[in-house]
């Protein structure tokens, strides 16, 4: 079975601290990870996906398929981070994607 | 180009009624899906739709929840005898259907079953 788990439901950090929102998940093949980011009255959109190895607006995740983990990591957060963010996984064989509980990060001043 | 457009963006209704929430994808997009926003559930999967069929219907909570897709274009979600615990934000999404590729998500259907 498919499942992804983000165990923090709220991050509160630092403007300028390091920042990780951690994701694991559980799927006996090959996933595709990726991570959405919700703002403030803004639509859920894509922040980065595992296959890109990509940095976006600061933010990096390595997926360790021996932890089975996608954590998402950034140096100095800052306030304009503050948001939802929802680690997704897709499995092999389809295109369905289901989505962690999410995490809400406050980056305070 | 137009967004995934969904309607209404509030819906009030009474406890025990019917509702429709529709779903228009980007043109062109074959996946279609549908879930649920609900405080401390998070985004929770309900269907998807490759096309006109649902080869995943699993995550739809009860049978009073169903989905159609027709001209492999707009999608409709039908909750029959709406509950209370229905209440929450309704969010469609579509893709083109192809490997490692982004969702892109409507504004989603404010549900509020008084």
């Known amino acids: 079975a498919q499942r992804v788990t983000q165990p923090e439901k709220l991050l509160s950090v630092f403007k300028g601290a390091p920042v990780e929102l951690k994701c694991n998940y559980s799927?006996?093949?090959?996933?595709?990870l990726f991570w959405y980011v919700q703002y403030s009255r803004q639509r859920l959109q894509l922040l980065l996906r595992h296959i890109s190895r990509e940095s976006i607006k600061g933010f990096t995740a390595d997926l360790n398929k021996g932890e089975t983990s996608f954590h998402l990591k950034k140096p100095f957060a800052q306030e304009e981070d503050s948001a939802m963010y929802y680690c997704?996984?897709?499995?092999?064989?389809?295109?369905?994607?289901?989505f962690g509980a999410g995490t809400r990060l406050f980056v305070k001043a | 180009g137009a967004g995934v457009s969904q309607s209404p963006s509030n819906k009030v209704t009474e406890k025990g009624k019917d509702v429709e929430l529709r779903c228009d994808p980007i043109?062109?997009?074959?996946?279609l899906y549908w879930y649920r926003q609900s405080l401390g559930q998070g985004l929770e999967f309900l269907i998807y739709?490759?096309?006109?069929?649902?080869?995943?219907k699993s995550g739809l909570p009860s049978d009073r929840f169903s989905a159609e897709r027709t001209g492999g274009s707009v999608s409709t979600l039908t909750i029959q005898r709406t509950q209370q615990e229905d209440s929450a934000v309704y969010l469609c999404?579509?893709?083109?259907?192809?490997?490692?590729?982004?969702?892109?998500f409507g504004s989603g259907t404010q549900l509020s079953v008084l």
């Open positions: 999404a579509s893709s083109q259907g192809r490997e490692n590729e982004k969702l892109f």
């Open positions: 799927y006996s093949g090959s996933p595709e």
């Open positions: 739709f490759q096309g006109n069929s649902a080869p995943d």
């Open positions: 997704a996984l897709r499995g092999t064989g389809g295109f369905k994607t289901i």
């Open positions: 043109s062109g997009h074959t996946a």
